[in-house]
């Protein structure tokens, strides 16, 4: 887990410099941690993510990712304790007020901050990291220090916490026919709900079914014999997103080519 306080007071040490290459290697460190705090909650759910496509990600995206599909809290303080003495499996408490009578010890407390803001600073950060027409060597530096303290305070508010819950709720996973793996709070899947596949470029998508003690879900695609007797799968995701005259053109293996159009009241395939 980042020492988010000690990465406060690095960059407070960093910032007294009026090197304007020095500066802007603080600039780039500060934006790295910014977006580190982001990506170990990602990896506190799953580690395949950063070896897929979320590399890509801003940190907003991430915790967006996170909040809607895994965790509600990924982004909120919290507090987590436990009983000091064994709860009675006989009578066990029940309401509100029973609970607040046990006795608790701390165990941590998760850390929490505003998405919004940290996309701020990230932004802000950032525009000192690109060429201008003044030249690359030309840095605001005094503006660039206000940057790094304000990214300073950010890690600051940070410090106090000491644990990472996030995904603590139970999740259902699956895996899309391309590879990429599905988290989605099991509270969220709802019959007849259609799930859509993260990976971007990856048109798949899964119609909720059955909602058992995991749900139970089917991919979403059409099928289609092209002349040579092969069968083409076309995922949904295709016509669904189909506006207007557009189309979408496929190739079968044989080399024969295909239009996916819509029609007044259906889709149509036709060989070009």
């Given at each position: 887990?980042?020492?988010?306080?000690?990465?406060?007071?690095?960059l407070?040490s960093?910032?007294?410099t009026?090197d304007?290459t020095?500066?802007?290697?603080?600039?780039?460190?500060?934006?790295?941690?910014l977006?580190?705090?982001?990506?170990e909650?990602l990896?506190v759910?799953?580690k395949?993510?950063?070896?897929?496509?979320?590399?890509?990600?801003?940190?907003?995206?991430?915790?967006a990712?996170?909040?809607?599909e895994i965790d509600?809290?990924a982004?909120?303080?919290?507090?987590?304790?436990?009983?000091?003495l064994?709860?009675d499996e006989?009578n066990?408490?029940?309401?509100?007020?029973e609970?607040q009578?046990?006795?608790?010890?701390?165990?941590?407390?998760?850390?929490?901050f505003d998405?919004?803001?940290l996309?701020?600073?990230w932004?802000?950060?950032?525009?000192?990291?690109h060429?201008?027409?003044?030249?690359?060597?030309?840095?605001?530096?005094?503006?660039?220090k206000k940057?790094?303290?304000?990214?300073s305070?950010?890690?600051?508010?940070l410090?106090?916490g000491?644990?990472?819950?996030?995904?603590?709720?139970e999740?259902?996973?699956?895996?899309c026919?391309?590879?990429?793996?599905?988290?989605?709070?099991?509270?969220?899947?709802?019959?007849n709900?259609?799930?859509?596949c993260?990976?971007?470029?990856?048109m798949?998508?899964?119609?909720?079914?059955?909602?058992?003690e995991?749900?139970?879900?089917e991919r979403r695609?059409s099928?289609?014999?092209?002349?040579?007797?092969?069968?083409i799968?076309?995922?949904?995701r295709?016509?669904?997103e189909?506006k207007?005259?557009?189309?979408?053109?496929?190739?079968c293996?044989?080399?024969?080519?295909?239009?996916i159009?819509?029609?007044?009241?259906?889709v149509?395939?036709?060989n070009?």
């Amino acid at each position: 887990m980042l020492n988010y306080s000690k990465i406060a007071s690095d960059l407070r040490s960093r910032v007294k410099t009026d090197d304007a290459t020095a500066l802007r290697y603080v600039v780039l460190d500060a934006r790295l941690a910014l977006e580190e705090v982001a990506f170990e909650r990602l990896r506190v759910v799953n580690k395949k993510y950063l070896a897929d496509d979320l590399n890509k990600w801003r940190p907003k995206d991430v915790m967006a990712f996170l909040i809607a599909e895994i965790d509600e809290n990924a982004a909120r303080e919290f507090t987590l304790s436990v009983s000091r003495l064994p709860v009675d499996e006989a009578n066990p408490p029940s309401t509100a007020e029973e609970f607040q009578k046990i006795e608790y010890e701390t165990v941590g407390v998760q850390s929490g901050f505003d998405v919004k803001k940290l996309n701020r600073v990230w932004q802000a950060l950032s525009s000192f990291l690109h060429a201008s027409f003044e030249g690359y060597a030309v840095l605001n530096t005094e503006k660039a220090k206000k940057t790094i303290l304000r990214a300073s305070d950010f890690f600051d508010s940070l410090a106090d916490g000491n644990l990472l819950m996030v995904g603590g709720l139970e999740s259902f996973r699956f895996e899309c026919v391309c590879g990429r793996p599905f988290f989605k709070k099991t509270v969220l899947v709802k019959k007849n709900s259609i799930l859509t596949c993260p990976r971007l470029g990856c048109m798949e998508s899964y119609a909720v079914t059955e909602i058992s003690e995991t749900p139970i879900v089917e991919r979403r695609y059409s099928s289609f014999s092209c002349t040579c007797g092969r069968v083409i799968e076309v995922p949904l995701r295709y016509v669904d997103e189909m506006k207007g005259s557009e189309q979408v053109n496929f190739k079968c293996e044989c080399g024969l080519d295909g239009i996916i159009k819509h029609g007044k009241s259906r889709v149509l395939i036709k060989n070009r």
